[in-house]
């Protein structure tokens, strides 16, 4: 749960620089992004072992006007969802550490499965972005990250995608 002091004042929630600020100002952005386009929406998978990431989705898929239709706390996991998720994920989220199976081998699984599976990885491990892309992956977001940030590099890859 999200703790937060509400004498904060407005400029500082405006600009985004306490979590109110940030989901404020991603909101303003998305409302922008959908002028005139319709309504967007995006079916997540989020493959992370990191709980406070999962909640962090959970709580903003409303917000971002997003859906989370799988989590994975492990590779493992993800590999024996993937293929059962309905409706597939457009894009799956994919950490790199995590227990039994790391994120590049994952995802190598899961472009066997799929080799349309579009995959971007979140991770704090910067020396993995070149191997991931170079396997596969579409994008490379490091950790922390914010989420106005990742909603929009989301938001272009889907533009991309049509």
């Known amino acids: 749960m999200l703790h937060y002091s509400w004498n904060t004042n407005w400029e500082d929630r405006k600009r985004g620089d306490c979590p109110i600020g940030e989901m404020i100002a991603a909101f303003d952005f998305f409302r922008e992004h959908r002028k005139g386009?319709?309504?967007f929406l995006l079916n997540l998978m989020i493959v992370d072992d990191e709980q406070?990431?999962?909640?962090?989705f959970d709580m903003t898929q409303e917000i971002y006007n997003f859906r989370v239709v799988a989590t994975a706390k492990d590779g493992e996991e993800a590999l024996l969802k993937y293929p059962r998720?309905?409706?597939?994920?457009?894009?799956v989220l994919m950490d790199q550490h995590m227990p039994k199976m790391t994120g590049i081998e994952c995802m190598r699984k899961i472009l066997?499965?799929?080799?349309?599976?579009n995959i971007?990885?979140?991770?704090v491990d910067d020396s993995v972005k070149e191997e991931a892309l170079k396997l596969g992956a579409i994008d490379f977001v490091k950790k922390p990250f914010h989420m106005k940030d990742l909603i929009h590099q989301l938001s272009l890859i889907v533009q991309a995608m049509k």
């Open 52 to 56: 406070s990431i999962l909640d962090l």
């Open 112 to 117: 066997q499965i799929d080799p349309k599976a």
């Open 85 to 91: 998720v309905i409706p597939r994920p457009d894009i």
């Open 37 to 39: 386009r319709g309504i």
């Open 120 to 123: 971007v990885f979140l991770s």
